[in-house]
T-cell receptor, first 115, second 112 residues
Framework: DTEVTQTPKHLVMGMTNKKSLKCEQH?????MYWYKQKAKKPPELMFV???????INESVPSRFSPECPNSSLLNLHLHALQPEDSALYLC??????????????FGPGTRLTVT | GDSVTQMEGPVTLSEEACLTI???????????LFWYVQYPGEGLQLLLK?????DKGSNKGFEATYRKETTSFHLEKGSVQVSDSAVYFC???????????FGTGTSLTVIP
Protein backbone atom coordinates (compact mmCIF):
# COMPACT_ATOMS: atom_id res chain seq x y z
CA ASP A 1 0.00 0.00 0.00
CA THR A 2 1.54 3.27 -1.14
CA GLU A 3 -1.37 5.49 -0.21
CA VAL A 4 -1.29 8.81 1.56
CA THR A 5 -4.73 10.14 2.45
CA GLN A 6 -5.70 13.75 3.05
CA THR A 7 -8.85 15.35 4.39
CA PRO A 8 -10.74 17.38 3.53
CA LYS A 9 -10.49 17.38 -0.25
CA HIS A 10 -11.78 20.94 -0.48
CA LEU A 11 -11.92 23.69 2.15
CA VAL A 12 -13.30 27.21 2.00
CA MET A 13 -12.55 29.40 4.99
CA GLY A 14 -12.77 33.01 5.97
CA MET A 15 -9.82 35.02 7.18
CA THR A 16 -10.89 34.76 10.81
CA ASN A 17 -11.56 31.01 10.84
CA LYS A 18 -9.49 28.24 12.38
CA LYS A 19 -9.34 24.96 10.50
CA SER A 20 -7.08 21.92 10.24
CA LEU A 21 -5.84 19.77 7.38
CA LYS A 22 -5.17 16.11 8.08
CA CYS A 23 -2.83 13.59 6.49
CA GLU A 24 -2.33 9.89 7.18
CA GLN A 25 -0.02 7.17 5.90
CA HIS A 26 0.40 3.52 6.87
CA UNK A 27 3.58 2.70 4.98
CA UNK A 28 5.80 2.93 8.05
CA UNK A 29 7.48 6.04 6.68
CA UNK A 30 9.27 8.17 9.27
CA UNK A 31 9.49 11.39 7.27
CA MET A 32 6.37 13.46 6.46
CA TYR A 33 6.06 16.72 4.58
CA TRP A 34 3.70 19.60 3.93
CA TYR A 35 3.89 21.39 0.59
CA LYS A 36 2.00 24.34 -0.86
CA GLN A 37 1.33 24.33 -4.60
CA LYS A 38 0.04 27.22 -6.66
CA ALA A 39 -1.44 26.64 -10.09
CA LYS A 40 1.09 25.66 -12.78
CA LYS A 41 3.97 25.73 -10.27
CA PRO A 42 6.02 23.04 -8.54
CA PRO A 43 5.28 22.20 -4.90
CA GLU A 44 6.96 24.49 -2.36
CA LEU A 45 8.21 22.82 0.78
CA MET A 46 6.70 24.15 4.02
CA PHE A 47 7.59 21.69 6.78
CA VAL A 48 9.39 18.39 7.28
CA UNK A 49 8.90 16.01 10.18
CA UNK A 50 11.49 13.30 10.70
CA UNK A 51 10.79 10.69 13.37
CA UNK A 52 7.92 12.87 14.61
CA UNK A 53 10.18 15.87 15.20
CA UNK A 54 10.05 19.05 13.15
CA UNK A 55 13.30 19.09 11.21
CA ILE A 56 12.66 21.75 8.56
CA ASN A 57 10.50 24.88 8.66
CA GLU A 58 10.94 26.86 5.46
CA SER A 59 10.24 30.25 7.02
CA VAL A 60 6.51 29.66 6.90
CA PRO A 61 4.28 32.33 8.53
CA SER A 62 3.03 31.45 12.00
CA ARG A 63 -0.57 31.36 10.77
CA PHE A 64 0.39 27.83 9.61
CA SER A 65 1.11 25.47 12.49
CA PRO A 66 2.12 21.85 11.87
CA GLU A 67 1.63 18.97 14.27
CA CYS A 68 2.73 15.34 14.15
CA PRO A 69 0.72 13.41 16.78
CA ASN A 70 2.32 10.07 15.84
CA SER A 71 4.33 8.44 13.08
CA SER A 72 1.25 7.96 10.85
CA LEU A 73 -0.47 11.31 11.21
CA LEU A 74 0.35 14.85 10.21
CA ASN A 75 -1.85 17.90 10.75
CA LEU A 76 -1.64 21.46 9.53
CA HIS A 77 -3.52 23.97 11.67
CA LEU A 78 -4.65 27.13 9.92
CA HIS A 79 -5.56 30.42 11.55
CA ALA A 80 -6.09 33.95 10.27
CA LEU A 81 -5.13 33.08 6.72
CA GLN A 82 -4.89 35.54 3.86
CA PRO A 83 -6.44 35.22 0.38
CA GLU A 84 -2.94 34.64 -1.06
CA ASP A 85 -2.77 31.43 0.99
CA SER A 86 -5.34 29.88 -1.33
CA ALA A 87 -3.59 26.92 -2.95
CA LEU A 88 -3.40 23.14 -3.11
CA TYR A 89 -1.81 21.77 0.08
CA LEU A 90 -0.03 18.49 -0.41
CA CYS A 91 1.13 16.02 2.17
CA UNK A 92 3.88 13.51 1.39
CA UNK A 93 5.82 10.80 3.17
CA UNK A 94 9.06 8.93 2.58
CA UNK A 95 11.49 6.53 4.12
CA UNK A 96 14.39 8.25 5.75
CA UNK A 97 17.39 6.04 4.98
CA UNK A 98 20.35 7.17 7.04
CA UNK A 99 19.46 10.83 6.60
CA UNK A 100 18.87 10.52 2.86
CA UNK A 101 15.40 11.09 1.45
CA UNK A 102 14.02 8.31 -0.70
CA UNK A 103 11.11 8.77 -3.10
CA UNK A 104 8.20 10.72 -1.69
CA UNK A 105 4.60 9.54 -1.90
CA PHE A 106 2.01 12.27 -2.17
CA GLY A 107 -1.59 12.52 -1.09
CA PRO A 108 -4.27 13.93 -3.38
CA GLY A 109 -4.14 17.31 -1.68
CA THR A 110 -6.56 19.72 -0.05
CA ARG A 111 -7.75 22.55 -2.28
CA LEU A 112 -7.93 25.56 0.07
CA THR A 113 -9.75 28.76 -0.74
CA VAL A 114 -9.50 31.71 1.65
CA THR A 115 -12.27 34.29 1.25
CA GLY B 1 23.47 24.15 -4.09
CA ASP B 2 21.56 21.27 -5.63
CA SER B 3 18.99 22.10 -8.30
CA VAL B 4 16.98 20.75 -11.21
CA THR B 5 16.45 22.49 -14.54
CA GLN B 6 13.56 21.29 -16.61
CA MET B 7 12.44 21.96 -20.16
CA GLU B 8 9.90 24.75 -20.39
CA GLY B 9 6.44 23.99 -21.67
CA PRO B 10 3.75 23.75 -22.56
CA VAL B 11 4.20 20.85 -24.96
CA THR B 12 1.42 19.83 -27.35
CA LEU B 13 1.69 16.56 -29.27
CA SER B 14 -0.55 14.48 -31.46
CA GLU B 15 -1.48 11.00 -30.26
CA GLU B 16 1.21 8.39 -31.03
CA ALA B 17 3.95 11.03 -31.33
CA CYS B 18 7.29 10.62 -29.51
CA LEU B 19 7.88 12.55 -26.32
CA THR B 20 11.10 13.87 -24.77
CA ILE B 21 11.11 16.19 -21.77
CA UNK B 22 14.58 17.38 -20.87
CA UNK B 23 15.85 17.49 -17.30
CA UNK B 24 19.34 18.37 -16.11
CA UNK B 25 20.59 18.61 -12.57
CA UNK B 26 23.29 20.16 -10.44
CA UNK B 27 24.31 18.25 -7.35
CA UNK B 28 27.27 17.31 -5.23
CA UNK B 29 27.82 13.61 -4.90
CA UNK B 30 25.32 11.08 -6.19
CA UNK B 31 21.69 12.16 -5.96
CA UNK B 32 18.65 10.03 -6.69
CA LEU B 33 16.48 11.22 -9.57
CA PHE B 34 12.74 11.00 -10.09
CA TRP B 35 9.94 11.86 -12.48
CA TYR B 36 6.54 12.68 -11.04
CA VAL B 37 3.28 13.16 -12.94
CA GLN B 38 0.35 15.32 -11.83
CA TYR B 39 -3.01 14.84 -13.54
CA PRO B 40 -5.53 17.68 -13.35
CA GLY B 41 -7.00 18.10 -9.88
CA GLU B 42 -4.77 15.44 -8.32
CA GLY B 43 -1.61 15.11 -6.25
CA LEU B 44 1.78 14.06 -7.59
CA GLN B 45 2.36 10.43 -8.51
CA LEU B 46 5.79 8.86 -8.71
CA LEU B 47 6.29 7.84 -12.33
CA LEU B 48 9.81 6.41 -12.23
CA LYS B 49 13.13 6.71 -10.45
CA UNK B 50 16.85 6.00 -10.74
CA UNK B 51 19.27 5.91 -7.83
CA UNK B 52 22.66 5.62 -9.49
CA UNK B 53 24.48 6.42 -12.70
CA UNK B 54 23.38 4.46 -15.80
CA ASP B 55 20.22 3.22 -14.05
CA LYS B 56 17.15 3.29 -16.29
CA GLY B 57 13.79 3.91 -14.68
CA SER B 58 10.68 2.83 -16.55
CA ASN B 59 6.93 2.71 -16.01
CA LYS B 60 3.79 2.87 -18.19
CA GLY B 61 5.91 3.13 -21.37
CA PHE B 62 7.95 6.05 -20.01
CA GLU B 63 11.71 5.76 -19.58
CA ALA B 64 14.54 7.91 -18.23
CA THR B 65 18.25 7.11 -17.89
CA TYR B 66 20.48 8.60 -15.18
CA ARG B 67 23.44 10.03 -17.12
CA LYS B 68 26.15 11.34 -14.84
CA GLU B 69 28.43 12.48 -17.67
CA THR B 70 25.77 14.90 -18.94
CA THR B 71 24.00 15.37 -15.56
CA SER B 72 20.71 14.56 -17.25
CA PHE B 73 17.57 12.50 -16.69
CA HIS B 74 15.40 13.08 -19.76
CA LEU B 75 11.92 11.58 -19.86
CA GLU B 76 10.96 9.70 -23.03
CA LYS B 77 7.98 7.84 -24.41
CA GLY B 78 7.74 6.35 -27.86
CA SER B 79 4.01 6.82 -28.43
CA VAL B 80 1.94 9.16 -26.27
CA GLN B 81 -1.76 8.82 -25.60
CA VAL B 82 -4.43 11.38 -24.76
CA SER B 83 -4.43 9.98 -21.21
CA ASP B 84 -0.78 11.09 -20.80
CA SER B 85 -1.91 14.72 -20.73
CA ALA B 86 -0.60 16.02 -17.40
CA VAL B 87 2.17 18.07 -15.80
CA TYR B 88 5.51 16.27 -15.41
CA PHE B 89 8.03 17.20 -12.71
CA CYS B 90 11.65 16.14 -12.58
CA UNK B 91 13.00 15.88 -9.02
CA UNK B 92 16.23 15.23 -7.18
CA UNK B 93 16.94 13.81 -3.76
CA UNK B 94 20.18 15.12 -2.38
CA UNK B 95 22.55 12.67 -0.73
CA UNK B 96 23.85 15.41 1.55
CA UNK B 97 20.77 15.87 3.65
CA UNK B 98 17.04 15.63 3.98
CA UNK B 99 16.28 17.68 0.86
CA UNK B 100 14.16 17.15 -2.22
CA UNK B 101 14.24 19.50 -5.22
CA PHE B 102 11.63 19.85 -7.98
CA GLY B 103 11.94 21.24 -11.47
CA THR B 104 9.45 23.85 -12.66
CA GLY B 105 7.20 21.28 -14.34
CA THR B 106 6.32 20.69 -18.00
CA SER B 107 2.69 20.66 -19.09
CA LEU B 108 1.93 18.08 -21.77
CA THR B 109 -1.25 18.06 -23.83
CA VAL B 110 -1.87 15.19 -26.23
CA ILE B 111 -4.51 15.78 -28.88
CA PRO B 112 -6.36 13.00 -30.72
Amino acid sequence: DTEVTQTPKHLVMGMTNKKSLKCEQHMGHRAMYWYKQKAKKPPELMFVYSYEKLSINESVPSRFSPECPNSSLLNLHLHALQPEDSALYLCASSQDRNGRVSEQYFGPGTRLTVT
Amino acid sequence: GDSVTQMEGPVTLSEEACLTINCTYTATGYPSLFWYVQYPGEGLQLLLKATKADDKGSNKGFEATYRKETTSFHLEKGSVQVSDSAVYFCALSSNTGNQFYFGTGTSLTVIP
